[in-house]
C-alpha cells in the first residue's frame, strides 16, 4: 500500500508554481518531472506535445503532484491544506506560521486575516497568487499529533451538512482507515445545521483529510482542480476502488472519477510511470475510462 497523493491543476504554469511553493516551505523538494509524448495527442493536446505534463513535489513531507491539463477548472475554497504548526514540538511555530503566510500571500489574498480566533491563537486562510488556498494554524499542543499538511474538504453549496456522511464513507472504503476529530455545531450556523461537522477528520491509508460543513453559504463545491490520486497493486484493486467512488459517469477519463459528493480521485496503477513507457501507451489511456491495465 502506498499513500494518497494530492494533485493540482495548472493551466500551463505547474512548474512556476512548484517553484513558488518549493521555496516558500523550508522543508521542501522538486522529485521528478514528465513531460507529455511527442505523439498520440489527442487534437486538443497536440499544442503541448514535448511541453511538461507533472511534476511530484514535497512539501513538509508530503508528496503533491501539479498536473499541466489547461483552463478548464480552477481552484476554489472547497478544498483547501491546512498546515499545522505545532509549538510542542517547533518552539518557533508562531514565528514559522507567520513567515510561510507572508511567502504564500504574496499575490494572493486573504480569505480569513492571521489573527487570534477561538480555536487557535494564531490562524489565517488565505487564496495564494495561483488560486490554491491555504489554512495556516497554530495548533493545541495538548491535541493528538498529526502531520504538518492535511488537505481540507469544505461541504457546502450541494453537499452542504454532508460532511460527517463523507467521513464515513471513505472510512468504509479506504484500507487502513482511522477516525478521528468529531467537532459539531451546537446550534445552527449559516447554513450548517445543529449536529453538523464544524471540524473532523479522517485518516485514508497514512494521508490524514479535514471535512467541515461550510458556516457561511457556498456558492462554489469541489472540482477536478483538486484530485487525490490512488496508487494500486493490479487491476483487482483498481477495480474495488472504482466501483466504490466512481459516481458520476460523464467525469470518468483515463483513470479520474467523481464521488458522490463531487470529490475527484485518480485510481491508477502504482506502476504506472513504467507503464507509460509502452509504446502508443498515452494513447491508449486516453480512450479508457477505468485504468485496464492489460489495454495499455
Given at each position: 500500500m502506498t499513500t494518497i497523493t494530492p494533485c493540482l491543476w495548472f493551466n500551463g504554469n505547474a512548474e512556476e508554481a512548484v517553484q513558488f511553493y518549493?521555496?516558500?516551505?523550508?522543508?521542501?523538494?522538486?522529485?521528478?518531472?514528465?513531460?507529455?509524448?511527442?505523439?498520440?495527442?489527442?487534437?486538443?493536446?497536440?499544442?503541448?506535445?514535448?511541453a511538461v505534463l507533472t511534476v511530484t513535489f514535497r512539501l513538509a513531507e508530503q508528496d503533491f503532484l501539479a498536473i499541466n491539463a489547461g483552463e478548464r477548472f480552477a481552484f476554489n475554497e472547497s478544498t483547501s491544506f491546512m498546515v499545522n504548526f505545532d509549538p510542542s514540538t517547533d518552539p518557533d511555530a508562531r514565528h514559522n506560521l507567520d513567515a510561510l503566510w507572508n511567502a504564500l500571500i504574496?499575490?494572493?489574498?486573504?480569505?480569513?486575516?492571521?489573527?487570534?480566533?477561538?480555536?487557535?491563537?494564531?490562524?489565517?486562510?488565505?487564496?495564494?497568487?495561483?488560486?490554491?488556498?491555504?489554512?495556516?494554524?497554530?495548533?493545541?499542543?495538548?491535541?493528538?499529533?498529526?502531520?504538518?499538511?492535511?488537505?481540507?474538504?469544505?461541504?457546502?453549496?450541494?453537499?452542504?451538512?454532508?460532511?460527517?456522511?463523507?467521513i464515513e464513507f471513505y472510512a468504509s472504503v479506504f484500507d487502513n482507515s482511522q477516525?478521528?476529530?468529531?467537532?459539531?455545531?451546537?446550534?445552527?450556523?449559516?447554513?450548517?445545521?445543529?449536529?453538523?461537522?464544524?471540524?473532523?477528520?479522517?485518516?485514508?491509508?497514512?494521508?490524514?483529510?479535514?471535512?467541515?460543513?461550510?458556516?457561511?453559504?457556498q456558492h462554489v463545491t469541489f472540482t477536478e482542480s483538486v484530485s487525490f490520486v490512488i496508487p494500486c497493486a493490479d487491476q483487482t484493486e483498481i477495480d474495488r476502488y472504482?466501483?466504490?467512488?466512481?459516481?458520476?459517469?460523464?467525469?470518468?477519463?483515463?483513470?479520474?472519477?467523481?464521488?458522490?459528493?463531487?470529490?475527484?480521485?485518480?485510481i491508477t496503477p502504482a506502476n504506472i510511470d513504467e507503464l507509460m513507457t509502452r509504446p502508443n501507451a498515452f494513447e491508449h489511456m486516453m480512450q479508457l475510462k477505468k485504468i485496464e491495465i492489460a489495454k495499455l
Amino acid at each position: 500500500m502506498t499513500t494518497i497523493t494530492p494533485c493540482l491543476w495548472f493551466n500551463g504554469n505547474a512548474e512556476e508554481a512548484v517553484q513558488f511553493y518549493t521555496a516558500a516551505f523550508s522543508d521542501s523538494s522538486i522529485v521528478g518531472t514528465t513531460h507529455y509524448p511527442s505523439e498520440g495527442l489527442a487534437d486538443f493536446q497536440r499544442d503541448l506535445a514535448g511541453a511538461v505534463l507533472t511534476v511530484t513535489f514535497r512539501l513538509a513531507e508530503q508528496d503533491f503532484l501539479a498536473i499541466n491539463a489547461g483552463e478548464r477548472f480552477a481552484f476554489n475554497e472547497s478544498t483547501s491544506f491546512m498546515v499545522n504548526f505545532d509549538p510542542s514540538t517547533d518552539p518557533d511555530a508562531r514565528h514559522n506560521l507567520d513567515a510561510l503566510w507572508n511567502a504564500l500571500i504574496d499575490g494572493g489574498s486573504a480569505l480569513m486575516p492571521i489573527a487570534n480566533y477561538d480555536f487557535s491563537p494564531r490562524y489565517g486562510w488565505l487564496r495564494d497568487r495561483f488560486g490554491v488556498n491555504w489554512q495556516l494554524i497554530l495548533t493545541d499542543p495538548a491535541g493528538e499529533p498529526r502531520p504538518t499538511i492535511m488537505p481540507a474538504l469544505l461541504f457546502g453549496d450541494g453537499v452542504q451538512n454532508r460532511a460527517r456522511e463523507a467521513i464515513e464513507f471513505y472510512a468504509s472504503v479506504f484500507d487502513n482507515s482511522q477516525l478521528g476529530a468529531d467537532v459539531r455545531y451546537a446550534e445552527r450556523s449559516g447554513p450548517a445545521h445543529p449536529g453538523s461537522v464544524m471540524f473532523g477528520d479522517v485518516r485514508l491509508r497514512d494521508l490524514w483529510f479535514v471535512a467541515m460543513d461550510a458556516a457561511t453559504r457556498q456558492h462554489v463545491t469541489f472540482t477536478e482542480s483538486v484530485s487525490f490520486v490512488i496508487p494500486c497493486a493490479d487491476q483487482t484493486e483498481i477495480d474495488r476502488y472504482w466501483t466504490a467512488l466512481s459516481a458520476v459517469p460523464e467525469a470518468e477519463a483515463c483513470g479520474w472519477c467523481k464521488d458522490k459528493f463531487g470529490v475527484s480521485w485518480q485510481i491508477t496503477p502504482a506502476n504506472i510511470d513504467e507503464l507509460m513507457t509502452r509504446p502508443n501507451a498515452f494513447e491508449h489511456m486516453m480512450q479508457l475510462k477505468k485504468i485496464e491495465i492489460a489495454k495499455l
